[in-house]
């Protein structure tokens, strides 16, 4: 079974990009993956800073993320757009993330990793702007992209029960995933 790991770049509570990172999740089960979602903010850590991990290594929340990705054969990240660009929450832990450690045998945890990435946004581009930036982002980290699709509208784009209202999304996301699933499977 393929695993997948899941996380918003947002800390919000009812955040768009976290309803999307729920949504996700079902339907990686459905497709027959397990997913693993999990919620950044339970990852106390400090913005980056090589002084930090110079004199006290990385941090262990750091080294538990990292254990989470080398674990899983893929990833989806739902982001919302903060002005155009990558959240801080999500930046500094990919950053933290990149780092190698010594007290971990994993290396470059994100090199070879597919990824799926998803935007949400309450007007009506749906985070569209974001996604170059967060390409390019997990492109230097070495990760092997998957796909994207966004979320318009995101404020009305979600059914009590988690699912997307709008079946077009839906299907896009539904085969945004499958992609991954695949990649994610001949990755490994």
């Known amino acids: 079974m393929t695993s997948i790991l899941i996380y918003a770049g947002s800390a919000r509570r009812g955040a768009f990009s976290r309803q999307l ?3 996700a999740t079902t ?3 459905e497709a027959g ?3 693993t979602l999990v919620d950044l903010a339970d990852f106390d850590v400090p913005l980056y800073n090589a002084d930090i991990e110079d004199g006290s290594g990385i941090p262990h929340p750091v080294l538990e ?5 080398a674990t899983h054969q893929g990833m989806i990240i739902a982001t919302p757009e903060y002005n155009g660009f990558v959240t801080p929450l999500l930046l500094n832990m990919l950053c933290w993330a990149s780092r190698p450690s010594p007290a971990d045998d994993f290396g470059a945890v994100f090199q070879n990793k597919s990824v799926a990435l998803l935007a949400s946004n309450p007007g009506r581009l749906g985070g569209v702007r974001v996604i170059p930036r967060l390409r390019d982002v997990v492109a230097e980290l070495g990760m092997v992209r998957a796909g994207f699709t966004t979320v318009p509208q995101a ?3 979600f059914t009590p029960r988690g699912r997307l209202a709008d079946a077009s999304l839906e299907s896009g996301l539904t085969t945004l995933i499958d992609r991954l699933l695949l990649a994610s499977r001949q990755q490994a």
């Open 155 to 157: 404020g009305e784009a």
């Open 65 to 69: 993320f990292r254990r989470l990705v």
């Open 21 to 23: 990172a729920a949504a």
């Open 27 to 29: 339907i990686v089960g």
């Open 33 to 35: 993956g397990k997913a």
